[in-house]
Every structure is written in C-alpha cells, then in structure tokens.
C-alpha cells in the first residue's frame, strides 16, 4: 500500500522531472555547443556575446542582448526556424514570418503596411527638384506580389501598387517631374513568360531590369541597347533575401543572371566606388568573386556603396545621376550603355548634398529608382538635398 502510494505521488512529479531535465539538458547543449559569427542560411551576422558592466546590466541593455544572442546561437537553430517556418505553413499561417510561400517556388515578401511614408518621401523628391535645374526623372519596381499575382496563395493580404503608383503619378506630374509607371509593361511581359523577378529574392532579374530599362529609354527619348548585344550567362545556386528571412530551407535554388557587352572591358570601363574618403577603382561593372559567396547579388557593382561611379569611354551621352536603392545595381549596367558617366547615390550611407554633386557635375538627367516597397518605407530619402 505505502509502495503504491509512493509510486503513485512520483508519478505527479514525472512531468516536472522531464521539464527540469529538457531544460538543464537544453542549458548543457547550449553551453557546449559551437557558435558561429554568421548565419549563411540567413545571410546575416549573428548577435555577439554582449559586454558585460554595471552600466549595461543596470540599464537592463545586457539582458536585452543576451535574449538576441541566445536566440541566435540556440542549438540547432535553422532545424527550428525551419520547423517553425512549415508549421506556420501547415496550420494555415502562410506569410507568418512575412514571407509567402507560393506556387512554381516563388518566395514572395508580403505586402507592406498601407500606413508609410510615400507621400513623405515623394514629397522630399519634389523639394530636391525644385532645389535643382536639371530634368528629374522618376521610376520604381512594381512589387513581386502584384505582378505574379497568379502564384500567390489562396488566402493573401492584398498589394496596394495601384493605390501607391496612382498617388506617386498625381504628385509627381503635378510638379513637372516624369514618371515611368512599369504596372503594364511588366503584366505584359510576365504574362508572356519573363522572369522579372528572382523566385527567392525580392530584386526584379536581369530581365526585369533590361525591361525597366527600355521603358525608361523610351521616356528619356534615348535608344536602348538591343538585347542581342548583350553575353547572357546563368548561374545556378542563388539563395536571395527572401529565402533567408522566410525559413523554407526546402525551396529550390533560384538562378542568377548576368548580361554583359563584351566590347566593355576595362580600357574603356572604369568603376569608381566611393566610402566616405576612400575610393577604389576597377575595370569591370561585375565582380565574379561575389558568385562564389552566399550573396551572390553584389556580383552588379560590387553591392551597396554610398557612391558609385560607372564610366564608359564608349557611351555617347553625358552624365546621369541616379539616386537609388538595390534595384539600381543591375539597371545601371545598361544605363552605361547611353551614358558616359552613371553615378549611383545610395542615400542609406552617402551623407552629403546630392545637390553639389549635381551642381559640379552637371548631369543631362538625375533618376530617382527605388522599389515601390523600399520607397514607401525608405527613411533616408528625406535628408534628399
């Protein structure tokens, strides 16, 4: 009889036993485990160890980043995003970690909140303008969602492009600033079969952007290069940014693909990139090394830089200032084919007036390309001067 009971009240305590000993067991792992300064799956570093002194612990900062940096280095992280990631999927969540996972292994961002900063920052392109007297000339990507809209899934939050492209259309005309709306040229395009946009990453392809570039060509009353003058070459094995914040470690990779003019070599190509007082030069507008690496975007001039300048000894036309985001990076390759001079301001990391660069080097056009996502959100288009 005292053994039942006995064994009956250990019984009580057995969950509590396997809690304890998953948690000292988790404590263990963790502690032994290896921890990596970068996640490849992600593309991301991870959170280092935080400093540890009065101050940050007292502040409760330490405690804050200790929860960050344990949260990165849990044991076998990417198994759990991943499971997270497919459950969310299997209980009917798609889109839970911002992603959608849609049809023919398309990753596609979700939209973004129709409360942002639009009409604050087309509002700050029409004071650089007026500051300015050169022609501006404004263009942005449709979103991956509302153009293939036909792989979306079932249940979807709905892009508002047409709201967003309507809005910039109205102000921008209503102040002498041209505008280049791709909404129609790319359902076109896609519906005849063009892949305009990475399947894991949320940039526009190659071919999207030598669409966007004609388009924009027949605005700007320039011809554009023909297609067959360009290399096309392929390379597979392309993860972008999509597939790193979704966690669908299972989606195939996407492919990756450059055009370049193999009359462009470096006696008459001359790439300038510029951080702060530093500056390096090269003879080619793609860097092949960054093919063998996790982000293989940056093979369209060398990624993000706060000022980049393309010089071609072959173009015809003068100069162009092209104030943009990542979208930027494999368009300006095929502006460099009318312009002999294409200088890329990344506004997120050059902290100058745009306004003197426009001044000293009196261009013939100045851009503003961004995509319709990253401008309705952008947060440093405003310091435009």
Not at 13 to 33: D, E, N, R, T
Request: glycine fraction near 6%; hydrophobic fraction near 35%; proline fraction near 3%.
């Amino acid at each position: 009889m005292q053994f039942a009971k006995i064994k009956s009240n250990f019984g009580k305590y057995v969950p509590a036993f396997v809690f304890l000993i998953f948690i000292f067991g988790m404590a263990i792992w963790f502690l032994i485990s290896q921890k990596t300064d970068y996640s490849s799956s992600e593309k991301r570093y991870l959170q280092k160890f935080p400093e540890v002194s009065a101050e940050n612990v007292l502040s409760g900062e330490f405690g804050s980043e200790f929860e960050s940096y344990f949260a990165d280095h849990f044991p076998n992280r990417n198994f759990w995003v991943g499971f997270n990631a497919y459950y969310n999927l299997d209980i009917g969540n798609n889109g839970a970690n911002g992603v959608y996972n849609c049809d023919n292994g398309y990753l596609i961002n979700t939209p973004v909140s129709s409360d942002n900063k639009l009409t604050k920052n087309l509002n700050a392109i029409v004071n650089f303008k007026n500051n300015i007297n050169v022609p501006v000339t404004v263009m942005f990507a449709p979103s991956t969602g509302y153009i293939a809209d036909d792989v979306l899934p079932a249940v979807h939050n709905e892009y508002n492009d047409d709201t967003y492209f309507n809005e910039t259309s109205k102000i921008l005309t209503e102040h002498g600033i041209s505008f280049v709306d791709l909404r129609q040229t790319f359902k076109d395009e896609y519906k005849n079969g063009t892949q305009l946009y990475y399947k894991t990453d949320h940039h526009w392809t190659s071919a999207g952007a030598y669409t966007a570039y004609t388009k924009l060509c027949e605005q700007l009353e320039i011809t554009p290069a023909s297609k067959d003058k360009f290399d096309i070459k392929t390379y597979d094995g392309f993860y972008g940014t999509t597939y790193s914040t979704s966690g669908f470690w299972l989606t195939q990779p996407d492919k990756i693909e450059v055009w370049n003019n193999t009359e462009n070599t470096d006696r008459n190509i001359n790439v300038k990139i510029t951080e702060g007082t530093e500056s390096s030069e090269y003879g080619s507008m793609f860097f092949y090394d960054h093919l063998q690496e996790d982000d293989k975007y940056p093979v369209f001039i060398d990624g993000n830089h706060a000022l980049t300048e393309i010089t071609n000894k072959n173009a015809k036309g003068g100069t162009v200032v092209l104030i943009k985001d990542s979208f930027s990076h494999c368009l300006a390759p095929f502006l460099a084919e009318n312009y002999s001079k294409v200088m890329l301001v990344d506004m997120r990391y050059y902290k100058m007036n745009v306004s003197d660069i426009v001044n000293n080097e009196k261009p013939e056009q100045v851009i503003v390309m961004y995509g319709i996502d990253n401008i309705a959100t952008d947060t440093d288009i405003v310091w435009l001067k």
